[in-house]
């Protein structure tokens, strides 16, 4: 059972360049989150779907879009990346909301922009 | 506000001795709380959970322990092991409509042999 799979796990970009994180899980879970890491720091909720066919903004949406493509699937598009963007990102998922069951989490991906 | 804390940044210990990681949270609304294990390049692992009508919490040597008079929430860990060696964190669910997770800023908790 892979639980949640995130890709890639290590990207450097240039500022000004977009890419689009993955994250796919196999649990069968309603719901899907973004947070970033950033040092020293926890972890802060970017975007989250709650359920297939809709999302939402998090703590700290800006510069971000997410696509919830399907139940199994969650990205995160940057679409002009920022060196403020550098960060470790985590995807997880849970049953139903956050605060109803536990969220596991993929292993990140530690993005650099420079 | 809206935030999650917690006492001390790094705490060391030898193995064997207990540990207890201590976390202060602000939103009294709050009605669930969970503390997670990041070892080093990894994602944030599930430890134990508690929900506000409940004190204490027991799984395997570890024990979660609610206050909701002081709004504070602490982790113990018996008999610590190396492999204990992690960040911690500790969050709670606002209950603000959709229940997200607000986490804290973690705690290091190194166990030397």
């Known amino acids: 059972n892979a639980g949640v799979t995130q890709t890639p796990k290590f990207q450097v970009l240039k500022t000004g360049q977009s890419m689009t994180l993955q994250c796919a899980q196999d649990m069968n879970h309603n719901s899907m989150y973004w947070y970033r890491q950033d040092p020293g720091m926890g972890l802060r909720l970017i975007y989250y779907s709650a359920s297939e066919g809709t999302t939402d903004k998090g703590e700290v949406p800006n510069g971000y879009n997410v696509s919830r493509l399907n139940k199994r699937e969650f990205s995160l598009r940057l679409e002009s990346a920022a060196p403020s963007q550098t960060s470790v990102y985590f995807c997880?998922?849970?049953?139903?909301?956050?605060?109803?069951?536990?969220?596991?989490f993929g292993q990140g991906t530690r993005l650099t922009v420079v | 506000g809206e935030s999650v804390g917690l006492h001390l940044p790094t705490l060391s210990v030898q193995e064997g001795d207990n540990s207890i990681i201590n976390c202060a949270y602000s939103?009294?609304?709050?009605?669930?709380f969970i503390w997670y294990k990041q070892e080093s390049g990894k994602g944030p692992q599930f430890i134990i959970d508690i929900r506000s009508n409940m004190d204490k919490r027991q799984g395997q040597r570890v024990t979660v322990l609610l206050n909701k008079t002081v709004k504070h929430l602490s982790l113990q860990i018996a008999a610590t092991q190396p492999g204990d060696s992690a960040v911690y964190f500790c969050a709670e669910n606002l209950n603000t409509g959709f229940q997200k997770l607000v986490f804290g800023t973690g705690t290091r908790l190194l166990v030397s042999p």
């Open positions: 939103n009294s609304a709050s009605d669930y």
């Open positions: 997880a998922s849970s049953i139903t909301g956050a605060g109803e069951t536990e969220a596991f």
